[in-house]
Nanobody
Framework: QVQLVESGGGLVQPGGSLRLSCAAS????????MGWYRQAPGKERELVAL???????NYVDSVKGRFTISRDNAKNTVYLQMNSLKPEDTAVYYC?????????????????????WGQGTLVTVSS
């Protein structure tokens, strides 16, 4: 019922920049928190950055000052601007959204919470 489509990954040299985008679509009533996670080979998935519907942000210590998360509520889209990239930033980056979905097929609309994940986009930082 809800899909997250990511874009913007790729290969970049150390010190370079990339911008990830993630757009939510489907039977969305509201999108609450949105975030970016990453998973490097052999490591657990970790939260990189989080943004609330009101715009409050939180970052893992390793990316503070280098990454910026933002969102466009009108487009249900979240972005991750990544600057000063390091080889240790290499990972698959996943978008996550806490949504409220609406079902209008019933006599009265119904609502339910739904956590959604994107398919992942690979970021490789290498010279």
């Amino acid at each position: 019922q809800v899909q997250l489509v990511e874009s913007g990954g790729g290969l970049v040299q150390p010190g370079g920049s990339l911008r990830l985008s993630c757009a939510a679509s489907g039977s969305i009533f509201r999108v609450n928190d949105m975030g970016w996670y990453r998973q490097a080979p052999g490591k657990e998935r970790e939260l990189v950055a989080l943004i609330t519907s009101g715009g409050s942000t939180n970052y893992v210590d390793s990316v503070k000052g280098r990454f910026t998360i933002s969102r466009d509520n009108a487009k249900n889209t979240v972005y991750l601007q990544m600057n000063s990239l390091k080889p240790e930033d290499t990972a698959v980056y996943y978008c996550n959204a806490d949504t409220i979905v609406i079902n209008t097929r019933t006599p009265l609309p119904t609502y339910r919470s739904l956590e959604v994940w994107g398919q992942g986009t690979l970021v490789t930082v290498s010279s």
